[in-house]
């Protein structure tokens, strides 16, 4: 008996891929301008954001069901690019809002997802997500040179492009600072570190970190550590630790403002100040 394949033939298959990996899931509203001054720090991460204004987006063809999330200026541009890596529980709406806030402070945002469209509501979930995924560094690395791929073939971007990543995000980004496509900058919010001196001579940019004295999971030998190291190999840095403040202190300063808030305010001034330097504007 003949079966009839019911598939369309490969080429198409093929052209309705590339096709699907253009289109946005949502509607795409353009961020006004509108960055913070003075002390001022963005809404999404003291629990003020408004409605999302990005768009899901397809990125990486390398992982189907990777759904990242994009947020744009209002304007022509071209402007510079972030990319923003999640923390351990995934691509949630708190760093979704926080991409609509760079893109309110002039850059075009891409919030990857390293998790294959999920995320963890529980330490075990989380943990068992950054065990799977660091356990294919090679993934990753790929997935995210997808997404500087895709940021510098926009028409409304420069090819500046720099990460930003909290947690596992922040560890994240310092392996693709080693490892990855060339970019233009790296900030590390408490993510793990490396001090060998051989793989930090690969970095070719300075290094923003934000870390905290009362962590764990990094110690503050471990920073201080990494910075001796980034000094060796010649890589200017702006690399502070807080006291009185806890691991996630930054994107959720809503979970203790009063505690959060100076030091949030200093390390978004210093974050604002590193991305003119390494991005410009």
Request: hydrophobic share 40%; with cysteine; proline share 6%.
């Amino acid at each position: 008996m003949t079966r009839h394949r019911s598939v369309p033939p490969l080429p198409l298959l093929a052209l309705l891929l590339a096709l699907l990996l253009c289109l946005p899931v949502t509607a795409q509203t353009p961020v006004p301008h509108a960055p913070t001054t003075g002390d001022a720090l963005p809404p999404a991460i003291v629990g003020e954001a408004g409605e999302l204004m990005g768009t899901r987006l397809a990125y990486f063809e390398g992982d189907a069901e990777a759904s990242g999330y994009l947020s744009v200026p209002a304007g022509d541009g071209p402007f510079p690019s972030v990319i923003l890596i999640h923390e351990w529980n995934g691509l949630v709406e708190r760093v979704q809002q926080t991409a609509d806030a760079f893109a309110a402070e002039g850059y075009v945002a891409l919030a990857v997802d390293l998790y294959s469209g999920r995320t963890g509501t529980n330490p075990q979930e989380n943990m068992a997500l950054v065990r799977e995924t660091l356990a294919d560094e090679a993934k990753l690395i790929a997935n995210l040179d997808a997404a500087v791929a895709y940021l510098r073939g926009r028409d409304d971007t420069t090819d500046k492009v720099a990460t930003i990543g909290w947690c596992y995000g922040g560890g994240v980004a310092l392996s693709f600072a080693l490892g990855g496509e060339h970019h233009d900058g790296t900030a590390i919010f408490y993510g793990r570190l490396l001090a060998d001196p051989e793989q930090m001579k690969t970095i070719d940019h300075p290094v923003y970190g934000t870390f905290v004295e009362n962590d764990r999971g990094i110690p503050v030998e471990d920073v201080e550590r990494f910075v001796e190291t980034l000094r060796a190999a010649g890589i200017a840095n702006d690399v502070h630790i807080y006291d009185e403040v806890a691991h996630g202190f930054w994107l959720h300063v809503d979970r203790d403002p009063e505690k959060n808030t100076p030091a949030a305010i200093d390390a978004w001034k210093r974050l604002r100040t590193y991305l003119q330097s390494v991005l410009g504007g």
